[in-house]
């Protein structure tokens, strides 16, 4: 059995549920286990670094200390050194934090100076973080993943998306290309899924400019869609949180800005592995996606249960809201502001 420390990281609880309840789906199949690093927090997402630099890399550290001090805790797990993260941006700043730790002593002793203050301390090198992909096409391997299929994905045609945080700036070089990435396409291969040549495969969702410049952000979305839609595929399948967010959540903001029409839903690459180890929809989180896969996975006879749409707005006690659809003026207004 394979056996590793994980960082799941904020998203996976919220937004990207679906990510975590397909990934648990696949992992008996696989023969993996995962135990949770004690007490984690949130690594600082992206704008933290360029905000405040050494509390940033405080934060991000205090994950590496607490695994750290974990693993020379643990029982049976075979002295792992590999904290798994399965959201590219987590998977990020953990290596980053660490390379730089390194690379910058004065940085890492900054570091440690904070950590002191919670009775931690952080080692450079002592860990080595990894994405999940990462663990299943290198560690697990294709050949015992193809072995897992029950219901190949034969006629299922699907772009490849792995987003821009991953194969760069791959400080351990783990990453066949920087550019052009395999591992996802390979991985989709095996599960019998029709990969389609898809060039944008790293090419950036557009973040949080979401949040900052929906404009720009609505262009960046128009490519990714536009393109995959364009070479026939059914969906996109991605690594990523904050792409299938970007991507699924503000898919129908991006079509009422240019005037389009684009159905093109984004699945995490788990919840294809899923469905094709055997599991059903409803286990791995297919159906909670806003751009619906339903007719995609009906041409492979996958049968995914119709959800009732929420009726009325959130209670607060809910999670957070849903974007909700912006008029071009109030677009246009935002990005002038």
Not at 6 to 29: R, T, V
Not at 114 to 120: K, R, V
Not at 264 to 269: N, Y
Request: glycine share 8%; net charge negative; aromatic share 8%.
């Amino acid at each position: 059995m394979n056996k590793y420390l994980l960082y799941p990281g904020c998203s996976m609880e919220s937004s990207a549920k679906a990510y975590m309840e397909s990934m648990n789906a696949i992992m008996e199949p696989l023969d993996l286990r995962f135990e949770e690093i004690e007490d984690w927090n949130c690594c600082g997402a992206t704008e933290y670094l360029g905000i405040n630099l050494i509390p940033a890399y405080s934060l991000i550290a205090r994950n590496l200390a607490l695994a750290s001090d974990q693993i020379g805790r643990m029982n049976g797990m075979g002295r792992t050194r590999t904290v798994v993260a399965p959201c590219s941006a987590c998977y990020l700043n953990l290596a980053k934090a660490d390379y730089y730790m390194q690379e910058r002593p004065s940085l890492g002793v900054k570091v440690n100076e904070a950590l002191a203050a919670g009775g931690l301390q952080y080692k450079p090198g002592t860990l080595d973080v990894r994405h999940l992909i990462d663990i299943l096409v290198y560690d697990v391997g294709l050949e015992k993943i193809r072995g897992s299929v029950t219901r190949p994905l034969h006629g299922l045609k699907v772009a490849p998306y792995m987003g821009c945080m991953l194969p760069r700036p791959d400080y351990q070089h783990r990453w066949s290309d920087h550019e052009h990435p395999t591992e996802l396409d390979d991985l989709l291969r095996a599960l019998g899924a029709e990969v389609i040549d898809y060039p944008l495969t790293t090419s950036c969702c557009g973040g949080h400019m979401t949040q900052i410049g929906p404009e720009t952000a609505f262009e960046l979305i128009r490519r990714l869609v536009a393109d995959a839609d364009d070479r026939g595929a059914d969906l996109m399948a991605t690594v990523c949180p904050m792409c299938q967010m970007n991507i699924d959540a503000y898919q129908n903001e991006m079509n009422h800005h240019f005037g389009t029409d684009y159905h093109m839903p984004i699945l995490f690459f788990t919840q294809l592995m899923g469905l094709a180890f055997g599991r059903e929809p409803g286990e791995l989180g297919i159906g909670m996606e806003l751009v619906n896969a339903r007719n995609a996975l009906a041409r492979i006879g996958v049968e995914v249960p119709i959800t009732q749409e929420p009726s009325g707005p959130r209670k607060k006690d809910e999670g957070l809201p849903m974007p909700r659809r912006w008029t071009r003026h109030e677009v246009r207004k935002e990005a002038v502001k």
